[in-house]
C-alpha cells in the first residue's frame, strides 16, 4: 500500500496494512508478518503492535467515560471507507 495518491512511502503503507488489520480483526495476515519481519526487527514488532493496542485502549476508556476532547487539539478529519 502506498495510498491512492502515492502520498505514502511502500514501509507507511505496511504499517497503515498493519494498524489496519489489527484494528478490523485483531490479528495480522501471514502476508503482513512476512513483510513487518523483513522491514523490522522482532523488538520493533513488539512495539508496533503494543501501541496499536495502546491506542484502542485510550480510544475505549475516552468513549466509556465520555471524556471530551482538549481543547488545544485539532480535530481529524471525517474520512470515509473506500468503497
Known amino acids: ?3 491512492r495518491d502515492g502520498s505514502f512511502t511502500p514501509r507507511q503503507g505496511l504499517l497503515i496494512t498493519t494498524v ?5 480483526t485483531g490479528a495480522l495476515t501471514d502476508a ?3 513483510a513487518l ?3 523490522y526487527r522482532d523488538g520493533q514488532l513488539v512495539e508496533l503492535v503494543c501501541l496499536a493496542g495502546f491506542y484502542h485502549l485510550v480510544s475505549f476508556c475516552r468513549g466509556a467515560f465520555a471524556v471530551e476532547p482538549e481543547t488545544w ?3 481529524p478529519p471525517v474520512t470515509h471507507p473506500a468503497p
Open 1 to 3: 500500500m502506498t495510498g
Open 20 to 24: 489496519d488489520e489489527l484494528h478490523d
Open 32 to 34: 503482513t508478518w512476512a
Open 37 to 39: 519481519r523483513v522491514a
Open 73 to 75: 487539539a485539532a480535530t
